[in-house]
């Protein structure tokens, strides 16, 4: 303000200035604690669960009873349930489900490799986990939506970029008052 020398305009501009800069260095640090906390929860998450890809995507392929029941089991919760609360509600049957199914999820003593080799495997089984559950959501449905264009019907909702900046929207706002 005091650079403005009484100015509004150049006020105005100092401010917005101001602004973007604060604003460009909070949006980096809170990427980086957003990503911190990402893969801290991934890494508890997958090693937790026990949620080897290369064990469960090998169990999958070898067969196909499995596979064709996850589908069904998949299919079915999505049809059954219409809005989110119901299924919230029978995520529990899901889970149930799933675990009928003998998915190789869960640590046991079965689950233990015996030698150096499925060692290896299984914890880079778990670090492919870990990389692809720290990309988040929508890194996940953003390449869903353009590998199988899953995009429901209607227009395109706007983007924020498309938005006009603040420059714009603050004159206007000041101008009414």
């Known amino acids: 303000m005091d ?55 090998h169990n999958l392929w070898l067969s196909p009873t499995l596979r064709q029941g996850v589908v069904t089991a998949a299919e079915s919760y999505i049809n059954e349930n219409d809005t989110l609360e119901q299924r919230e509600q029978t995520l529990d049957q899901l889970q149930r489900r799933l675990r009928n199914l003998d998915l190789p999820l869960g640590w046991s003593r079965q689950a233990l490799p015996d030698d150096f080799w499925p060692w290896v495997q299984k914890i880079i089984g778990l670090a492919i986990t870990i990389a692809a559950v720290s990309l988040g959501a929508p890194f996940w449905f953003d390449l869903l939506n353009k590998v199988a264009k899953l995009r429901a019907t209607g227009q395109v909702p706007e983007k924020t970029s498309d938005l006009p900046p603040l420059s714009r929207v603050i004159p206007i706002v000041l101008e009414e008052k």
């Not at 006020?11 to 604690?33: C, H, L, P």
């Open 3 to 57: 650079a403005a020398e009484g100015r509004l305009d150049l006020a105005r501009k100092n401010i917005e200035t101001w602004f973007d800069d604060a604003m460009d260095r909070v949006s980096g640090w809170y990427k980086q604690k957003v990503q911190a906390i990402l893969i801290g929860l991934a890494v508890g998450v997958s090693i937790g669960l026990n949620a080897d890809t290369i064990s469960i995507a």
